[in-house]
């Protein structure tokens, strides 16, 4: 277990949850990174002391220059403060929104570094040249979502991905969960932002409420584990309870159980392949609620289509599906455009953007580019 670590997007949700972790088992922070949080920084930094302090937005890195200016913190600015930050700790949770996560997320696998993976447009985006780039610098890449970090504790029985006949991914239904097209058309940022299970980010809690999100971990899904689409399946559980399940060969199904709490599936990337008492909440199968599975209604919520469709298609598509989500989300949290336009825009966006084979990184870059003018 690695005792430094490095937090790419500390003020984010993830962020503060992996900082209950590093204060519960006494690791060091190495590194924090944010976007444009100052305030939320500065008491980061003041409480946990990094060596360095970073700011994806170079005017804010300057305000937090002034603020830290009686610690002693290194403090820096821009996209490449992000990479410098990444390539800090021996263990780096990159919990970076979008794909501002990619370059600092290969920096670090560059350096060897233990990934605890929090950003799935990394492996969403460009999951092929990341797991090869992973296993060229012997990196380690141990996922943070819950219902990844359930497939990989599942996967622990077994050497032989031949044994594994499909991975099963639970899906809260997020808060539309039951609604009819007609009900959900009209449905605000507000109303999408209740999430009925977790606290998260709004960019993520709007994929939920798409189910966009579970569209993107199935894409993650077949890059982490070199799975076909056909082997990874998506359930409704609106318990929040089995975070995944792993069915192999011979019938035998696993399940990964616990609360949901972030906290434990961060905590299991930190300490791998060790397990340490935590902050994390237990769960007491005596109080909680019945186990429920169904399937999703992929007519009311068609993202999680379009992003199996875009991971059949392969290539640069997941990207632009990715980078036209990310766009219509960031639309829609502004009251600008309705919830049946976040799909409506990407499906265009898919339609429209040429997708490359075998891409490089700046292939998938331009993708990304391309999408997003769709959007706009």
Request: net charge negative; proline share 5%; aromatic share 4%.
């Amino acid at each position: 277990m690695n005792k430094t670590i490095s937090i790419l997007g500390s003020t984010g949700s993830i962020g503060r949850q992996t900082l209950d972790v590093v204060e519960k088992l006494g690791l060091k922070a190495e590194a924090l990174t944010a976007n444009s949080d100052v305030k939320r920084m500065e008491e980061q930094a003041r409480k946990f002391r990094p060596r360095m302090a970073a700011m994806a937005d170079e005017a804010a890195a300057e305000d937090l220059a002034v603020r830290l200016a009686d610690t002693g913190i290194k403090v820096a600015g821009g996209a490449g403060a992000l990479s410098e930050a990444a390539v800090m700790g021996g263990t780096v949770v990159t919990a970076v929104v979008g794909m501002a996560g990619l370059t600092p997320t290969l920096a670090a696998i560059r350096a060897g570094k233990r990934i605890a993976l929090a950003n799935k447009e990394t492996l969403v985006c460009a999951g092929e040249l990341v797991m090869e780039t992973a296993q060229k610098y012997g990196a380690e890449i141990i996922p943070v979502d819950s219902e990844h970090s359930a497939i990989f504790q599942c996967l622990r029985v077994t050497q032989d991905m031949g044994e594994v006949k499909r991975l099963i991914l639970t899906c809260s239904g997020g808060p539309f969960y039951g609604k009819t097209w007609e009900e959900m058309a009209p449905m605000t940022s507000a109303d999408a932002l209740k999430h009925p299970n977790w606290r998260m980010g709004p960019k993520i809690t709007v994929d939920c409420a798409t189910l966009m999100n579970k569209g993107l971990e199935v894409i993650e899904a077949m890059r982490l584990y070199g799975l076909p689409l056909e082997k990874v399946h998506v359930v409704i559980h609106r318990q929040s309870i089995v975070h995944s399940l792993v069915e192999f060969r011979d019938g035998a199904v696993l399940a990964q159980l616990g609360a949901p709490d972030m906290r434990l599936p961060i905590q299991y990337a930190l300490t791998y392949p060790r397990r340490l008492e935590g902050p994390a909440d237990a769960l007491d199968l005596l109080s909680c609620p019945p186990l429920t599975f169904a399937e999703p209604d992929r007519a009311a919520f068609p993202c999680l289509g379009l992003a199996e469709e875009a991971a059949k298609t392969g290539g640069t598509a997941c990207a632009v599906l990715n980078a036209a989500n990310e766009e219509a989300v960031k639309l829609y949290l502004r009251d600008r455009i309705g919830f049946y336009d976040i799909p409506r825009l990407v499906s265009r966006a898919l339609e429209t953007v040429p997708v490359t084979q075998h891409p490089t990184l700046q292939d998938i870059l331009d993708a990304d580019v391309a999408a997003r003018r769709q959007v706009f």
